[in-house]
């Protein structure tokens, strides 16, 4: 295959050498159940050990209210049913945003078949939350506050810490959907009264289908997979000890350079982005210019549609998406989008590009010049163009 250039790391990313390396050995070296008595076994143990504490550690959290899971999808749908299972002798309403990953959403929409009522909080035309509506929500059934960290089509970071201290002072549980931001931006739990939080290690370089969810101590959420008394009772299953230490691996490279890591990539962002912005006619930038995820671009091109853009950029080897990645394939315009009040027809020209520490400046610069063409051509080939075009003149 020719040269690829990877701008989707918000689908997934590449996992590290180190990650890999971290691994390998734990396939059929050191392939003991973390849950026997023998040294083999004890060996699988110690490393998950320290993989949970690297990702305490990170948190300014405790080992053991780290929980390992299959991933983020699972660490969301765990922590919005079994609180809302949990403590539905409070009440039975949940508070989100119209923002949310589909993992949040579709649960909510599960919980509502339930009997459970949700209110999604609207977002301004930056993706920002509306804190003022989320305060006006609130009731004395209230029972739980899920807001993610950052946005995984538009990039945008929430008031996180004013959300928290608004669910303190309430006593709602609060619930963040983090796995975008987690080994992107500093994460404290304390300062930020996160009482649940969601991530995965596909989205910093780790492998695929391991995740965790943080349960602050003292926060009484069931048991989310029945079986065995891993991570302490509360998620049965042998633990996926390679999947465990490449995360941890992950999650020490990640933290250990983070600030370095995000100058570069937000350099390299801030130039395609100026860069297209400048070149391509009707281009806009979707979400905030500041509160943003370092390594996020979204652009509306008007007059095209985001599917044929996708397919001519993978022509030219460029990896994109247009809003997310779970949408794609269906028809229906991102819902994300649609929030931040984009038109139906802006919302299908949008084109999502996610960096990594390993895009080059050359490779903006061909990136910058493929949009460019490639918009021209397609706007060539578009009635709505034609007419815009014929009107104007
Ligand atoms: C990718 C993603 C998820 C799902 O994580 P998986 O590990 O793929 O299940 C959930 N929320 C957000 C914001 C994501 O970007």
Redesign the pocket.
Known sequence: MDKIIYLDN???TKTSPEALAAMLPYFSEHYGNASTIYRLGAESKKAVTEARDTIAKSLGAESPEIYFT???????NWALIAAAESYEGKGKHIITSAV?????LHTCRYLEKRGYEVTYVGVDEKGILKVEELKKAIRPDTILISV?????EIGTLQPVAEIGEIARKKSILFHT????AYGHVPINVDDLHIDML?A????LHGP????FLYIRKGVKIRSFIHGGAQERGRRAGTENVPGIVGFGAAVKAAFEGMEEHSAKIQKLRDYLTEKVLNEVPFCRLNGDREKRLPNNINFSFDFIEGESLLMMLDMKGICASSG???TSGSLDPSHVLLAIGLPHERAHGSLRLTLSEENTLDEMDYVADAIKEIVDRLRQMSPLYEDFIKRRN
């Open positions: 918000a689908a997934t299959a991933g983020g999808s699972e660490a969301d949310e990953h589909h993992a949040v993610m960290f950052a946005n995984n959907d983090a796995v975008q969601s995965s290690a596909h989205k695929k289908g391991v995740g997310s990645a779970c």
